[in-house]
């Protein structure tokens, strides 16, 4: 948290106020690290933010990520917002939305379940004809129809990050990921590819955090399920 000036608590950096805390070699030894290697922190507590759709991890840090980053909490429609930024349209296409919103912004309408569809649809049958061949092909999308790839998904949010934030370097930090991913083989997969695919793209960080243990000589460590022994390998990939 640190690292990133944006950080603040009451108004002032929380680099300043845990600076505060600390000896003089080790305040130093702070204020050295952030200035050599600021970097963007961006945070994800599975206990409260989840969707509550089973996704994997990585999934959920997407739909964070993009939510963060000021794009619809609707997948169909963040999805054609994304296309639209990467193709260079958003503004014409929110100056659109306007129009065939009765004046209400993009922004005041994106996150409506039913009109912010309605207008997304539409609209992405005028940009999109060859993708959308009716004004009601989007909105007839269920969601799950929208596949991405793990490498995808983490091109895009480093992408994101970097460009709101103006830092290269980027910490995901991930708080109760135990109770998440214990349950389900495939989420403990998951979260391996998305530190795995994070490390690949460089200068980012996963952080995770747990109430419960992953050593196999901590008594504690009987009381969890077995299959998180799986994320151990998760903790020997570095920053690159």
Known sequence: MALDTDKKLDGRPFREQLADRLNPTLRQRLLTLAQRHPAAVVMLDLASEASGAMRLVHEEMYRKVLQWAGFSTEARTRDLELRLLRDGKLDAFKARAQEEASGLTWEEVRDD????????????????????????????????????????????????????????????????????????????????????????????????????????????????????????????????
């Open 113 to 240: 379940p039913y009109f912010g569809i309605q207008v997304a649809s539409q609209l992405a049958h005028e940009f999109y004809p060859q993708s959308f061949s009716t004004p009601d092909t989007l909105a007839n999308t269920a969601e799950l129809q929208i596949e991405r790839g793990l490498d995808e998904d983490v091109a895009t949010m480093l992408s994101l990050v970097r460009q709101r934030t103006g830092y290269h370097n980027v910490i995901f930090v991930i708080d109760e990921v135990g109770q998440y991913v214990a349950p389900s083989d495939d989420r403990i997969h998951a979260l391996q590819g998305l530190a795995e695919a994070l490390k690949q793209q460089g200068h980012a960080l996963l952080m995770v955090t747990a109430q419960q243990t992953l050593t196999n000589d901590n008594p504690d460590a009987a009381l969890n399920s077995a299959k998180l022994a799986k994320l151990r390998p998760v903790s020997h990939l570095a920053w690159s």
